[in-house]
């Protein structure tokens, strides 16, 4: 058991010394975890994303973006199957809306504009849609 003092860890919370003893596992995830915010505040600073985060680019907005780890990227890659396979269970119609509306980034009105179609009839169709797609996904979990 190693003894850690929570004000060095918490100094918002502990205004005062406060030791406690932690088994040596916690005490190497207390210091991985330390060791990768440092690595985290030097690449920040070596890449000067300290100063400008509206670059058109990007390039700042990628330092500052930690990298996903294998079962996130895992957990992303299975969450984007299911929700397309219920996308594939609407009407072909709301699907394709849908798809142009958030995948494609389409505004309704440009939507409508293509289709021919009214644009509240536009909306209406994507927010069934929407809301079918959130009872799929419910059922699923």
Do not use: C
């Not at 190693?2 to 060095?8: E, F, P, S, T, V």
């Not at 494609?104 to 927010?127: C, H, K, N």
């Amino acid at each position: 058991m190693q003894k850690i003092n929570l004000r060095d860890l918490y100094p918002d919370v502990y205004k005062t010394d406060v030791f406690v003893d932690v088994a040596e596992e916690v005490l190497a995830a207390i210091q991985g975890q330390q060791q990768a915010d440092a690595a985290y505040e030097r690449r920040k600073f070596r890449h000067k994303a300290h100063y400008s985060l509206n670059r058109g680019d990007g390039i700042e907005n990628d330092a500052l973006a930690r990298p996903l780890t294998p079962e996130e990227v895992l957990e992303q890659k299975q969450l984007r199957e299911e929700l397309y396979a219920a996308l594939m269970q609407l009407p072909a119609i709301q699907a394709r809306r849908i798809y142009a509306r958030f995948y494609l980034g389409m505004t309704v009105a440009e939507i409508a504009r293509i289709e021919g179609a009214d644009r509240r009839r536009v909306w209406d169709s994507i927010r069934r849609g929407l809301k079918k797609l959130a009872e799929l996904l419910a059922l699923e979990k």
